[in-house]
């Protein structure tokens, strides 16, 4: 059948019979009907909705960049602001900066725009029943001033840490080196030869082990004048150990009063005043902003040896302080004159005036004695490498005669010292400029009773140490370094007296100097 004639055939059975001019209608147009009319009543509701209620679109713009992500609240304009935080009439900016708030009932309201970064604007709005408000809101960055913050450096001004010193000795273009003495609790270090003993170019000859006086070569330099040692700069602190003529006391130096040591050969010695080539080390000790905390160390041995080593650091808002403490004594393998003890106590207190100055004052107290067993020569020590010379026998021994002689050094140290410290910070070009001005009081008294015929030398040393310094950190030639400008000054007087040796004791005083 014709597809034609089957739509007749089926639209025929489906009449509608209806007074009036509709006559008969087919069932289709009274679906169609029906259905469009199904379709009109959800349309007419909706607009009605949108009839009763209003909409705001605008832009948020900030002075640069995109405002993407702020956040837009509507609140009433007669609610407390706290409420627009509870407002759930709100949209958040996508790109470009639109946003768009729907279904807004009609009435008074305050636009609200945030953004992290920026300060919150808000605005008057009139929302109209069926009706679009359009808003452009400009967004300032947040000039908000804070309160007030100090920061304080962990470090003193007077005296580096062992990390600020290391990247100092690094910028060295070579010749010099930093050695940590951090794990001294770790370690036997209570010679200078312990100390050192890892140190390239550095060789630390013991006279008879102990705390006596070795002596130190850097790089071949350094000359031994015994009892004296000259020919290189030895400091605590930045202080010289050496006197006025150069000379030191080596025993005199307890590596477990320094954080670090900084080694200086050659050229690089002038730097901290070394002028004689020789080199330099200087001995850092710990402040109360660097100390480890309160330590106490016993430790003991054959030969009756014992050492303890004590001490404490505090720091405060402006203040620190540490005192140190340490002992050592030990008694030697040889019959007799061998044995030696060393007592030193250090402090120093820093006060920070502000950020940029500091002063720093430093006290250190030290006692050295040990007793002088002297050589033997082949034979001896075949025999008994534990005797001592007992006089002048030719040719069997040249002396000298220890029991009778007693040679023995005993040497006390007081020293007083201050530092101020004082930078500029930063420039606008990136210069920092920095000084320090220095000064140090020293008396040392030191006996010793030679193991040959001279007698006895006691000595007497005044010395008085200035130094100033300036270093200035930044440009330098076009690159980046470091200038240092100082200059240092040990004015002192030496008075000197030769006596007898009657069995250990001072004699008759046969010659006496003025220096």
């Given amino acids: 059948m014709a597809p034609r004639r ?3 055939r089926f639209v025929s059975r489906f009449r509608l019979n209806a007074p009036g001019t509709l006559g008969e209608l087919p069932l289709a147009l009274a679906l169609v009907l029906g259905g469009f009319a199904l379709c009109w009543v959800p349309t007419q509701t909706s607009f009605s909705q949108d009839v009763r209620t209003g909409a705001v679109v605008g832009t948020v713009g900030v002075p640069s960049g995109s405002a993407a992500g702020a956040n837009v609240v509507l609140r009433d304009a007669d609610d ?13 900016v996508g790109d470009g900066g639109r946003f768009r708030i729907a279904g807004v009932p009609p009435g008074r309201y305050v636009l609200r725009v945030t953004l992290v970064g920026y300060e919150r604007a808000e605005q008057p709005v009139q929302v109209r029943r069926g009706d679009t408000t359009s808003v452009d809101v400009e967004l300032r960055r947040d000039r908000a001033r804070l309160g007030e913050v100090t920061v304080r450096g962990g470090g003193s001004l007077t005296q580096q840490s062992t990390e600020a010193a290391a990247e100092q000795v690094r910028q060295v273009p070579g010749g010099a080196n930093l050695v940590s003495l951090h794990d001294r609790e770790l370690r036997p270090i209570a010679t200078v030869a312990s100390a050192l003993e890892d140190e ?8 008879f082990g102990g705390n006596d006086q070795p002596r130190i070569s850097i790089r071949g330099a350094g000359l031994q004048s015994n009892p004296q040692s000259r020919g290189l700069l030895l400091m605590h602190n930045g202080f010289p150990l050496n006197f006025a003529d150069g000379s030191f006391v080596t025993g005199l130096v307890e590596p477990r009063m320094a954080r670090h040591a900084e080694v200086y050969r050659g050229g690089n010695a002038l730097g901290p005043g070394g002028a004689t080539l020789g080199g330099a080390i200087d001995f850092v000790a710990p402040t109360g902003r660097s100390a480890d905390g309160p330590q106490l160390k016993l430790t003991g041995g054959s030969y009756r040896t014992a050492s303890g080593h004590a001490q404490y650091g505090w720091a405060g808002a402006n203040t620190d302080v540490f005192v140190m403490g340490t002992g050592h004594r030990h008694d030697g393998f040889r019959q007799t004159n061998d044995e030696g ?3 030193t106590g250090h402090a120093n207190v820093g006060y920070r005036w502000d950020n940029n100055l500091e002063t720093r004052v430093y006290g250190t107290v030290a006692t050295l004695g040990f007793n002088i067993p002297g050589p033997l020569n082949k034979q001896q020590l075949d025999a008994d490498p534990t005797a001592v010379s007992r006089g002048v026998t030719p040719p069997r021994s040249l002396g000298p005669n220890v029991p009778f002689d007693r040679p023995r050094r005993e040497t006390e140290l007081y020293r007083a010292a201050t530092r101020t410290t004082w930078r500029t910070g930063a420039s606008a070009s990136g210069h920092e400029v920095s000084v320090r001005a220095g000064a ?3 008396y040392v008294e030191d006996d010793f009773r030679f193991p040959v015929a001279t007698g006895v030398r006691s000595t007497r040393f005044h010395d008085v140490t200035l130094n100033l310094d300036a270093r200035r950190a930044g440009g330098v030639l076009g690159g980046e370094g470091t200038s240092v400008l100082g200059v240092s000054a040990t004015l002192g007087d030496m008075d ?6 009657e069995r250990g004791r001072k004699g008759r005083r046969f ?4 220096m």
């Avoid at 000197?496 to 040796?501: I, L, P, V």
């Avoid at 010659?511 to 003025?514: C, I, S, Y």
């Fill in 511 to 514: 010659a006496d100097n003025e």
């Fill in 6 to 8: 089957l739509v007749s």
């Fill in 200 to 207: 390239p170019g550095v060789v630390v000859q013991e006279f």
């Fill in 440 to 442: 140090a009081y020293q």
């Fill in 496 to 501: 000197r007296g030769y006596f007898a040796n």
């Fill in 80 to 92: 407390a602001p706290a409420a627009a935080g509870q407002s759930r009439l709100g949209d958040a």
């Fill in 341 to 343: 003890e060393r007592l």
